[in-house]
């Protein structure tokens, strides 16, 4: 694997003394399980896989690469590189500037770019519209593009589907910036809708089944579907594919749904004809990171915690794996911790900062951690020893952390 170089504040003390003995003592990332890391009273959970992943890193080595070699130009981020605020804001703190919201409102209109300036595209890639207007003022969009070869790997699977007639079904939130993307790049090549979860599954299942009336079709799938999507014609014969940062368990559940679907309609003998297996396009470190959680689910812990962006999809699913067994706690970085008593976390249902208890009295706690794939450790590393502080003096933790 590339080692990428990304700036020396991202890394950790903590996280990456963990991380380089699991990987000196499971260098085939056969054992999930997760590392017990006692440090004064606290024990630390800590999840085999988690934090940046190469696309994240590809994305953050090309971006200050970009802002290194080009100290005189001005610099563009066509939206937020990762879905981390310190990340983000570190890049904002160089001089670089966003061009566009998350969900693709323009915050600085096209027309303000000159052919000298430079625009890089995020690690989620972008719509070749896009990408057209871009190209149409002359900026080079190629030097500094950091898409994720992962994101790049669904779309040249969906180009193939293409190719052989089938229509993309793609398990994502529509308006991510990844599945805009890949929809945007779907569409050039086969008729392409959007669910984002086995509910809107089982509702595209009752439609290929004539069980629900097609002309409701447009109103339940309305902004989601590709120009000309003709529901009668065009799941006939379909693949599935997802946003990367999904839960693959979730789309390998639609995918084998909706291949019952299939065989109920069509039966076993033309089967492969009206539904392509698409496995290959999931995402080695969303995988990675998904079978990690699920491993931490098989201990016992007071609590867990997960650090990372509160817009980011893939640590959302953490959130979501987690909260099903222990107190979780979802929190962007230490200050989120404002006592031992309290900790504010961020809610993925109803999408806001709550507050609740934290350690309180007992300072012996079994603390699960992890993060999202887009969080530096060194952020993880910041919270571990906020927690130590409340039981510990600066010179115990230092007499601490210089025994791992």
């Given at each position: 694997m590339k080692q990428f170089e990304v700036p020396a504040f991202y890394r950790s003390q903590i996280i990456s003394k963990v991380k380089a003995q699991r990987k000196l003592a499971d260098p085939r990332k056969k054992d999930f399980s997760p590392t017990e890391l006692q440090l004064g009273n606290v024990t630390f959970v800590i999840a085999r896989h988690f934090g940046f992943c190469y696309g994240v890193e590809n994305a953050i080595e090309k971006s200050y690469k970009a802002i290194h070699e080009n100290p005189e130009k001005?610099?563009?981020?066509?939206?937020?590189?990762?879905?981390?605020?310190?990340?983000?804001?570190?890049?904002?703190?160089?001089?670089?500037?966003?061009?566009?919201?998350?969900?693709?409102?323009q915050l600085i209109p096209y027309d303000h770019l000159t052919k000298e300036d430079l625009v890089i595209i995020p690690a989620f890639g972008t719509t070749l519209e896009i990408e057209e207007k871009l190209m149409a003022i002359g900026v080079d969009i190629a030097t500094y593009n950091t898409t994720c070869p992962f994101v790049e790997k669904v779309w040249n699977r969906s180009e193939k589907l293409g190719e052989t007639n089938h229509t993309i079904i793609i398990h994502g939130k529509h308006k991510h910036e990844e599945t805009r993307a890949t929809f945007s790049h779907s569409s050039k090549?086969?008729?392409?809708?959007?669910?984002?979860?086995?509910?809107?599954?089982?509702?595209?299942?009752?439609?290929?089944?004539?069980?629900?009336?097609?002309?409701?079709?447009?109103?339940?799938?309305?902004?989601?579907?590709?120009?000309?999507?003709?529901?009668?014609?065009?799941?006939?014969?379909?693949?599935?594919?997802?946003?990367?940062?999904?839960?693959?368990?979730?789309?390998?559940?639609?995918?084998?749904?909706?291949?019952?679907?299939?065989?109920?309609?069509?039966?076993?003998?033309?089967?492969?004809?009206?539904?392509?297996?698409?496995?290959?396009?999931l995402c080695y470190a969303t995988n990675d990171n998904q079978t990690a959680t699920l491993a931490l689910m098989e201990t016992d812990a007071d609590m867990a915690i997960v650090v990372g962006g509160y817009n980011s999809s893939n640590t959302s699913h953490l959130v979501e794996l987690l909260e099903q067994k222990f107190p979780c706690h979802f929190i962007k970085d230490e200050s989120e911790i404002r006592s031992k008593e309290r900790i504010h976390s961020f809610d993925i249902h109803s999408k806001t900062l709550v507050e609740s208890n934290f350690i309180g009295s007992d300072s012996s706690q079994r603390i699960i951690l992890t993060s999202g794939a887009s969080c530096p450790d060194s952020i993880v590393d910041g919270v571990m020893m906020k927690i130590l502080s409340f039981s510990h003096s600066e010179e115990e933790i230092n007499q601490i952390l210089s025994s791992i």
């Open positions: 001005r610099i563009f981020l066509l939206s937020q590189m990762i879905h981390n605020p310190a990340v983000n804001e570190d890049l904002i703190s160089h001089g670089l500037q966003f061009l566009q919201d998350t969900e693709g409102n090549n086969a008729p392409s809708l959007i669910i984002k979860d086995i509910n809107e599954a089982k509702i595209l299942g009752d439609f290929i089944l004539g069980k629900e009336d097609l002309s409701a079709f447009d109103r339940i799938f309305d902004g989601k579907y590709s120009d000309g999507f003709d529901p009668t014609k065009d799941l006939t014969k379909i693949g599935v594919v997802n946003q990367t940062t999904m839960l693959a368990t979730e789309t390998q559940e639609i995918a084998s749904y909706l291949r019952e679907v299939m065989l109920l309609k069509y039966g076993t003998e033309v089967i492969k004809e009206h539904i392509a297996d698409t496995r290959d396009t």
